[in-house]
């Protein structure tokens, strides 16, 4: 059974935005507070944002000002709004609870110089 579905990534130029979201089953969703992740190619997956279940949030800081972690508890969703994007945040994002348990299959984000 599918727990976290991410999507919305792909290809885009440096400056440019995505936003990505990520379908939780209630079980995991309600009430925890939800996380997004990523991994480069070679690299460890990483930290990059987290939301509070009464939504306070916080970020690495690399991407602070620049992307932006909300959820909505009545669609079990959490997104995560990327602006001014660069090179380096190419990588698989995966969403999953401060505490993560099994991933979904994540979504790519890639992003041209």
């Known amino acids: 059974q599918v727990q976290l579905v991410e999507s919305g990534g792909g290809l885009v130029q440096a400056g440019g935005s995505l936003r990505l979201s990520c379908a939780a089953s209630g079980r995991i969703f309600s009430g925890n507070a939800m996380a997004w992740y990523r991994q480069a190619p070679g690299k460890q997956r990483e930290f990059v944002a987290v939301?509070?279940?009464?939504?306070?949030?916080n970020y690495r800081n690399s991407v602070k000002g620049r992307f932006t972690i909300s959820r909505d508890n009545a669609k079990n969703t959490v997104y995560l709004q990327m602006n001014s994007l660069k090179p380096e945040d190419t990588a698989v994002y995966y969403c999953?609870?401060?505490?993560?348990?099994?991933w979904g299959q994540g979504t790519q984000v890639t992003v041209s110089s």
């Open positions: 939301i509070s279940s009464g939504g306070s949030t």
């Open positions: 999953n609870t401060d505490r993560p348990g099994p």
